[in-house]
């Protein structure tokens, strides 16, 4: 009989030897480049995105997409609240800007200025300086702004309407305008001027804030310094309601002095939530 191993009681079944790497863990084949260092600016498991991918969701390009150009193909585009651009090249007409309200062109663009309306000038309703218009003209593009203030384009097709001179951005060439006076006790320069527009175009109004569009009636009344714009078979004449304000400027009475409009049914005055 064989004899029993050194240590097995007699009698006892001798126990199979243990599995190859008896007491370690179980470990799995290295995946492929095992000990290389990852790509730089990649984490080690990091999934590697295939070459030639456009990267999505991080970096410049994509924090900036949502700024990007909104191209049209039409004459007037606004980018945003409180940025416009025309395309000089849709129906080859030149356009009348404020001076100074240009911030970007594109293409083969000329520009000339001239002055607008009343003895060749605008006068500014509160500061008595003039307004000084540009002529913009050839092929191209030119984004307008002022001041960060909300622009509105308005298009007229063959109808009218008054725009306070301070509130007047640019305009199409084609329009028909005209300067008005409204002269009355108590406005700063003795009068306040307004262009009237008419024909088939589009003017850009700017304002401060949003405004609120208001029907007119028999006990429409608003601060000649708030109004925008109303509709040109209104009619707008200074109210004797004068009442003292409390932010006046140098120079000024410290009035304020009301315009109280007058129209048929249908008639509109634009009010913006800031006075000069």
Request: aromatic share 8%.
């Amino acid at each position: 009989p064989q004899q029993p191993q050194f240590g097995q009681v007699p009698g006892q079944q001798q126990t199979p030897p243990p599995p190859p790497g008896y007491g370690q863990q179980p470990t799995a084949p290295p995946p492929p480049g095992y000990g290389q260092q990852p790509p730089g600016g990649q984490f080690p498991g990091q999934p590697t995105a295939p070459q030639g991918a456009a990267p999505q969701g991080a970096g410049v390009a994509a924090a900036l997409q949502k700024y990007r150009e909104a191209p049209t193909g039409q004459r007037w585009t606004q980018q945003n609240e409180k940025l416009i651009r025309v395309d000089l090249g849709v129906a080859d007409q030149a356009i009348l800007a404020r001076q100074g309200s240009m911030v970007l062109y594109q293409g083969k663009v000329e520009f000339s200025y001239k002055g607008a309306g009343f003895a060749g000038r605008i006068v500014g309703n509160a500061t008595g300086q003039e307004m000084q218009l540009m002529r913009c003209s050839g092929r191209g593009q030119v984004f307008l702004a002022e001041e960060a203030t909300h622009l509105h384009p308005i298009e007229l097709q063959g109808d009218a309407i008054c725009v306070s001179a301070e509130n007047v951005l640019a305009f199409d060439e084609t329009l028909q305008h005209e300067v008005r006076r409204i002269e009355g006790h108590g406005i700063p320069g003795g009068a306040l001027f307004v262009m009237q527009f008419q024909g088939t175009g589009t003017v850009i109004v700017k304002t401060h804030g949003v405004p609120v569009v208001l029907p007119v009636t028999p006990t429409t009344f608003a601060d000649c310094h708030a109004v925008v714009a109303w509709s040109a078979a209104a009619q707008a004449i200074v109210s004797s309601q004068v009442r003292l304000r409390s932010n006046a400027y140098a120079g000024s009475t410290g009035e304020s002095v009301n315009l109280q409009f007058r129209g048929a049914p249908g008639n509109f005055i634009v009010v913006q939530p800031y006075e000069v």
